[in-house]
């Protein structure tokens, strides 16, 4: 049996991040992941040469940008290039992305310039906050006049947060992403696994102990206090604080009598997206200038991640595509889709291809900030003292993976609090830890 202050379920960017709070905050930390390689999601696979991420992945300069700084982390790479065509009618446009590609598009009629160029100008200076009520859908539709002006903000905003659910989905947190967006992304080097392997070094020089391979399968709790948590492997490890970062399913699992407690209720309302993603290592690009893409009429997006970080030893492009997935999910068409927006992207693609991973239906988020939601998940699970959640599902308005490190921080942030250690100053988590 081991003892410990702080026992985090989960290895990726959430895990990674709880830790190395609870680790600064002078806890004995453990953090134990089931797979033999820590990062989940944010993981990158090395093979032939080429650093293949878990489909495309650009750091906003957001939550989890700002909080990797402070960590020290270095984050090599590169700001792309935001030129970019749009896919209209099976048919590549100029994208208006500024005042020069506003001027030359075809896609938009003089009304339409006009209206886009205004949105240019005001889009900084919105106040999201007062779209959180509103689905997206409501959003575009009364406050956008012409119809393709509307269809090219549907595209930019289901690419910023990789969501495709105008109805469901709330307006002001989807318009946040974008403006944070529009401050530039960043592609890192080598893939996101430079960044969970220097979050690895983070953690560890904080004397954060990291178990891999040993699935958690039971997180203990009685009258009301979370008691220990038990590996598959037979480990008991005793902890006062356990944060699971683990998909809300999973946390219903394994923690027993979850059905009465406010788990239950994040599990219930969880909407879980996904998306399918294509990468393609390419010898040369047959279209050099095509780089940089997005569907207005598909659901789908392609970026060349090459033309701006360090992504194959031998410097050959590596193209990564996604279709947006709603309900419906079929692999075969979904390949066929992205395979014929690589065709008309980059035609005779095929002959220059070196290398291509495919991943069918790989979950993006498994909750968001959605209209049907009843209550913002976590920090604390109220009904048993010492657990919380944190992951990218458990979000308060942040996407993707701001929502993982925002959530981590919420979560020690918590637990600090209530020893009366730190003070609490509102939902204002970053100057807290
Ligand atoms: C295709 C794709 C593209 C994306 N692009 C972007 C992007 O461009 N920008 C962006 O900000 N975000 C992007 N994201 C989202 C980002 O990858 C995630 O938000 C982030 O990685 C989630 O981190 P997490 O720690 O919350 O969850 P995960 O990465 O899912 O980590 C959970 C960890 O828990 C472990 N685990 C589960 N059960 C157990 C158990 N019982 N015992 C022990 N360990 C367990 C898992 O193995 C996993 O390592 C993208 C995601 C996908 C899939």
């Not at 709070?21 to 696979?45: D, F, S, V």
Request: positive net charge.
């Amino acid at each position: 049996m081991l003892k410990m202050d702080v026992a985090v379920v989960g290895g990726g960017i959430a895990g990674l991040t709880a830790a190395i709070y609870a680790g600064r905050a002078g806890k004995r930390t453990i953090l134990i992941e089931k797979q033999e390689r820590l990062g989940g999601r944010g993981m990158t696979n090395k093979k032939n040469g080429t650093y293949f991420n878990l489909g495309g992945h650009a750091l906003y300069q957001s939550d989890a940008y700002e909080t990797f700084r402070e960590f020290g982390l270095r984050l090599q790479g590169n700001q792309p290039s935001i030129d970019a065509f749009g896919i209209w009618k099976d048919k590549l446009q100029v994208l208006p992305t500024g005042i020069g590609s506003l001027m030359t598009t075809p896609l938009l009629s003089w009304r339409g310039k006009v209206e886009f160029a205004g949105w240019l100008a005001k889009f900084g200076k919105l106040d999201t906050h007062a779209y959180d009520k509103i689905s997206l859908r409501d959003w575009i539709e009364g406050h956008i006049q012409d119809p393709m002006v509307r269809h090219i903000f549907y595209s930019l905003l289901r690419t910023a947060s990789y969501v495709m659910a105008p109805d469901l989905q709330a307006a002001g947190p989807v318009l946040r992403q974008f403006k944070s967006a529009l401050r530039g992304v960043l592609y890192l080097d080598r893939g996101w696994g430079s960044m969970v392997e220097e979050l690895r070094q983070v953690a560890s020089k904080l004397g954060v102990q990291i178990i891999t391979k040993s699935k958690v399968v039971s997180i203990e709790h009685s009258e009301g206090i979370v008691r220990h948590v038990l590996c598959e492997d037979g480990t008991k490890i005793e902890a006062t604080h356990v944060i699971v970062t683990t998909p809300p399913a999973v946390l219903h699992q394994l923690v027993p009598r979850a059905e009465a407690t406010a788990i239950h209720t994040w599990k219930e309302q969880a909407i879980e997206v996904t998306g399918a993603c294509l990468d393609v290592v390419l010898r040369r690009l047959p279209k050099p200038k095509q780089q940089f893409v997005y569907g207005l009429d598909h659901p789908v997006f392609l970026s060349n991640h090459s033309r701006a970080a360090l992504m194959n030893e031998d410097n050959a492009q590596v193209l990564s595509l996604m279709k947006y997935q709603g309900k419906e999910k079929d692999a075969k068409k979904d390949l066929h889709d992205l395979e014929h927006a690589l065709d008309l992207i980059q035609p005779g693609w095929r002959s220059e291809l070196i290398d291509k991973q495919y991943l069918p239906k790989i979950p993006v988020c498994y909750d968001f900030a959605h209209m049907k939601r009843q209550v913002d998940p976590g920090p604390a699970v109220p009904e048993i003292k010492g657990l919380y959640a944190a992951g990218e599902w458990v979000s308060h308005g942040e996407l993707l993976v701001d929502a993982a490190t925002a959530s981590a921080k919420r979560a020690v942030q918590h637990i600090l609090a209530h020893e009366g250690t730190e003070r609490v100053q509102g939902d204002n988590h970053r100057n807290i830890v």
